[in-house]
């Protein structure tokens, strides 16, 4: 399964950034969304479709980020909104199909204080 994630960028603590991830396959049915790594920290859950299309976030992503897909697209988007510093990391697509997992090459979001 190939990820192509794009959106990241720079943004101003408070503002808004959106991530859209085109997997190479369906995602329907799989686990699929996003995680992030912050410099010297481990990988973290953001936000992640269960197999029953529940979504599963992050204490972090809670409140203020939105994941979406349209499956049609074989595309999940991550809107995230109330940004802090503290956001900032590379942002990873994920893509488990039951087997193994998969990741995009990540996208850096960069949020100013």
């Known amino acids: 399964v190939q990820l192509q994630a794009s959106g990241g960028g720079l943004v101003q603590a408070g503002g808004s950034l959106g991530l859209s991830c085109v997997a190479s396959?369906?995602?329907?049915?799989?686990?699929v969304g996003w995680y992030r790594q912050a410099p010297e920290k481990q990988r973290e859950l953001v936000a992640v479709?269960?197999?029953?299309?529940?979504?599963r976030y992050g204490d972090s992503a809670k409140g203020r980020f939105t994941l979406g897909r349209d499956n049609g697209k074989k595309t999940v988007y991550l809107q995230m909104r109330s940004l802090e510093s503290e956001d900032t990391a590379v942002y990873y697509c994920?893509?488990?199909?039951?087997?193994?997992?998969?990741w995009g090459q990540g996208t850096l979001v960069t949020v100013s204080s």
């Open positions: 396959k369906t995602t329907w049915n799989v686990k």
């Open positions: 994920y893509y488990n199909d039951g087997l193994n997992d998969y």
């Open positions: 479709f269960r197999e029953d299309g529940s979504v």
